[in-house]
């Protein structure tokens, strides 16, 4: 402790505190290092609860404000991304990374200097600089070194192995392999996640404490955040009869797993802003929406007035159309959030396995895999909440983000066919939308994930012509 105390000494002769970062940094801070309240109370002689009120707001004095600070500036000093090798501020399980991929990228090759009349003697190789070694800590605290990214491993054809055992099991017959697949959907579903998750950047948090606003208010009720549902059907049609497609949108929940998920404890905050870094539930007055005789409302359909606990596909949705590029309505006004650290490639290793095995069961007309597949990524978005029937991933928040990512996805493919000058009829769910007019010159037709499918044709309106002759009298 003897550089902590020359440290301490210098500061108050100099009569000058260490800034200690802002409240809403401390825990993310101290968690970037999986540290506990108590491991870190135990080296700076407190309790738990004194540092979790530093952490709520309230500010150390004394030699142990400077040790506390101490700790938290060293954590803040920017430190080379193990991804791409720029500054970053945050620490995702112990390692410097950026948040937003915006942010990570490459540095840009310095330019290439003109050539001079006489070359310049070349330099020699400069020698790279020694691993800087952490800081010993005081007892009770565990340093996670920084810098060092993790190998992934390739997951072995989980898939493939068990429909060929299913059928070998029921000696092919495909009634009850597919039967047997579709039951034990769910484990398989949690270890097929494991075998994608070996050599992540992240790890999850399975069970994390949970704000009361996901919490059920009965038995059989719901918890306070809306999904944001369609059920839209347009109100008026143009005069005339109108030829209807019912188009079925494939795989809906398999490409929601392709959203903002927060990585861990979902935190607490107040303010009209919005970090993209970040993602959970926030508490938003929606904005009123002038369009619905021709598109839905992003927010589904609410008939009561006043604020609401939105996910955070919802509000990018209300966010981006509210924006320059589209102005449709007035953005959202933010209240409070519940958010956490995101990122939008935490399940993608998954989804792209369940993708790839139903792209092959599609190509080679396996109707076993095919339905063994849908029931994997649907069963693992439905019971990702309080479900007696997977206890592995308690992660009611995710749940939640996931349908409403499939709900917002479906809301684009309508202002898409709108654009493109269809007429939209109705929005229903994840995967129903129906229209008239050239779809196909909008949307590709197919079994693939970006592709849609016909549902059902239908005809709809009166012809014009015929609307005022009176009806053919008996004789």
Partial sequence: MADFDAIDALLAAAGQETPLPPAAERRALREGLNLSRAQLAQALGVGPST????????????EVREKYAYFLVVLAVAQPCVLCGQPARHQVEGFP????????????????????????????PRQPAPARKPRPAASGVKVVPVGRRLQTADAPDRIGAAV???????????????AALVKRAIPDA???????????????VAHPWLPDILRKQSARGADQVWEARPKWSRPELPTGVHEITALDVNGAYLSALKTHLPLGQL??????????????????????????????????????????????????????????????????EIHESWTSGATEGLLEKFRIALKDARDRAIADGDEVTLEYVKAMYSK?????????????????????????????NLWWKAHRAYDEGLLVVRAMGTDELHVAGDWRVVFPEGRGVTEVKVKDTYTVGIDPSTANEPPESAS
């Fill in 51 to 62: 540092v979790g009120g530093w952490e709520a707001g309230r500010d150390p004095s004394g």
């Fill in 97 to 124: 990374q950026h948040l937003d991929p915006a942010e990570c990228a490459p540095a840009a090759p310095a330019p290439v200097p003109a050539q001079a009349e006489k070359p310049a003697p070349r330099a020699a």
């Fill in 164 to 178: 060929a055992a299913a059928l070998t099991e029921h000696a092919g017959d495909v009634d009850a392999a597919t």
């Fill in 190 to 204: 949690m270890a097929l996640l494991d075998d994608t998750r070996k050599g992540g950047r992240y790890d999850v």
């Fill in 267 to 332: 935190e607490h905050s107040t303010g009209n802003h919005h970090d993209r870094r970040r993602a959970g539930l926030h508490l938003i007055t929606p904005p009123a929406w002038e369009h619905e005789a021709v598109l839905p409302n992003p927010i589904g359909n609410r008939d009561e007035p006043g604020p609401l606990w939105v996910t955070e596909p919802t509000l990018r949705l209300l966010l981006r159309v509210s924006g320059p590029k589209y102005g449709l309505c007035d953005p959202p």
């Fill in 380 to 408: 693992f978005v439905s019971t990702l909440g309080e479900s007696n029937y997977n206890r592995e991933l308690y992660r009611t928040d995710w749940m939640h983000l996931i349908r409403s990512q499939a709900f917002a």
